[in-house]
């Protein structure tokens, strides 16, 4: 073998062999924490005692974790994977934001996740994410402005839009479940704040009128991939609320032929 093969092909073939092997380990860790947060989102439809609700997300916060450490050291070789890892992102988002909306009937806040995410990559308080997102408290204070190089409010953003379609599904299963006993109150609450979410996305598409989100990357330009993906779940999110609206007023109008 020529000196030349030696010191050019041979090196090139173990770099493409290393890379070709983190690539494939990350998806793996990706499709991982993809499968933990749609249990984890599962679990808290269920509807089950906090007790137990409490002991299924800790044990899926310790394999979350897991993956999310190993990202978090593999991510600064594999930058050009930001677009494989932002889909699980965005389910993990989900995820989060759908568990803090269920027991606090407010938007968890992108700073406050990545705090949670901070803490999941070290290791630590699980206990304080839960009662976070259960009671609202117990969240510690960041002493510096929570970063993770792979996650980006982008990935917030169309978090929240696949969120909103698990409220849509919480309101319906509430009313459906009620067995004629139909307390409105928490629909109605879901369908207000849906409404104004809507609203801002609204703001958002005329301050950004070229909005495009595409695979973790926010640009603002017409014709590019990300406008068809952004618009998708815009008039997805906008079906979530006419379903719920229309749930509501079929219970209005079955009230009114009761009486």
């Not at 759908?98 to 606090?104: A, E, H, L, P, S």
């Not at 926010?218 to 014709?223: K, L, M, Q, T």
């Amino acid at each position: 073998m020529s000196d030349f093969a030696t010191a050019i092909f041979i090196p090139a073939r173990d770099m493409l062999r290393e890379k070709q092997d983190e690539r494939e380990e990350i998806i793996r860790l990706c499709r991982d924490i993809t499968s933990y947060s749609k249990k984890g989102i599962f679990s808290l439809h269920r509807g089950i005692l906090r007790n137990e609700l409490t002991k299924e997300l800790l044990a899926y916060f310790e394999i979350l974790s897991d993956r999310l450490a190993k990202i978090e050291d593999m991510y600064p070789n594999n930058v050009h994977l930001r677009g494989t890892i932002s889909g699980a992102i965005e389910e993990l988002i989900e995820f989060f934001t759908f568990g803090y909306y269920k027991y606090n009937f407010e938007l968890l806040g992108y700073k406050d996740f990545l705090i949670m995410m901070e803490l999941l990559v070290q290791g630590s308080e699980f206990d304080a994410i839960i009662e976070y997102l259960i009671f609202g408290t117990g969240l510690p204070e960041s002493d510096h402005p929570p970063t993770i190089e792979f996650i980006d409010v982008s990935d917030y953003l169309m978090g929240i839009f696949d969120c909103t379609g698990e409220i849509m599904r919480l309101s319906i299963l509430q009313l459906s479940g009620s067995k004629g006993n139909f307390d409105v109150s928490n629909t109605w609450h879901n369908y207000k704040f849906l409404q104004q979410l809507y609203e801002q996305y609204i703001l958002l598409t005329e301050y950004y009128p070229g909005i495009s989100i595409n695979r973790g990357v926010f640009d603002n330009a017409p014709n590019l991939r990300g406008n068809t993906s952004f618009n998708k779940k815009l008039q997805v999110f906008e079906s979530s609320i006419k379903k719920i609206e229309a749930t509501l007023l079929d219970i209005l109008v079955s009230d009114q032929e009761i009486i």
